[in-house]
């Protein structure tokens, strides 16, 4: 693998949305999504121009789930190569403030998981590394 | 600790600069700094406005090192609270690829280190738990 390749770097962001009982928000991809169908991954996109990392979070999310959330604190990083593209996930936890939960046309299924269930996930594979040194919060 | 602090968040980037024999750059700040002074930490800074993170860190590692880099992949994440903002730190690791050292205003001193060097030196808080849980590149 190259090392120092010069394709441009994409910010994404991603949230950890945490529910009052301590469970965490998956959503599942299209089967007709063109990069990893049907694979499970946490809200969240890329920012709009000019938009600040925490407003194109709290705006992703809303638009991926209906909800409101607010955010906790930094959860860790993540990375992912497209063929144009290399993505820099930076992932935040989330708590739910308001808002009726409602899948967008992205996904296709959700669950509220723990800890133990999201390492069982079939995830898409950038977060395997972050999710599995991720310390879960303690409740 | 509120969990759910109103502050807004500021993004700033941060490199793990790597020369050809895999040492990492910290740098020290000045005495007189207002927040950490005398402490150590890697070359980053905030993001100007509609500045992509990557041109940020690339801008800054110059102004601060005078040296150009290209940036490898992401390392982490970490964050700090100050009493107006909540700092988010997003870490890349970066190799060295042109450029003569010199040191800017900002800091007082730098050092080339191993991890173990790394491991014992007076950094600023913010990146402890990171370091300490950071996989550094085999060689």
């Known amino acids: 693998m190259r090392r120092a390749s010069h394709k441009p770097f994409t910010l994404s962001v991603k949230a950890l949305v945490y529910d009052k009982k301590g469970r965490c928000l998956l959503l599942k991809r299209s089967n007709q999504a063109r990069a990893n169908p049907g694979k499970w991954e946490f809200p969240g996109g890329k920012l709009d121009p000019a938009e600040s990392f925490d407003q194109a979070l709290l705006r992703e999310v809303r638009e991926e789930t209906g909800l409101t959330v607010s955010l906790r604190k930094v959860a860790g990083a993540a990375e992912s190569e497209l063929p144009e593209t290399r993505v820099v996930y930076l992932i935040m936890e989330a708590d739910v403030v308001?808002?009726?939960?409602?899948?967008?046309?992205?996904?296709?299924?959700?669950?509220?998981?723990?800890?133990?269930?999201?390492?069982?996930?079939?995830?898409?594979?950038?977060?395997?590394?972050?999710?599995?040194?991720?310390?879960?919060?303690?409740?």
Do not use: C, M, N, V
Request: net charge negative; charged share 20%; glycine share 4%.
């Open 98 to 139: 308001s808002g009726e939960f409602k899948l967008s046309e992205e996904h296709t299924d959700f669950q509220w998981a723990s800890s133990a269930q999201i390492r069982q996930t079939d995830l898409t594979g950038q977060f395997y590394e972050f999710i599995h040194s991720y310390q879960f919060p303690s409740r």
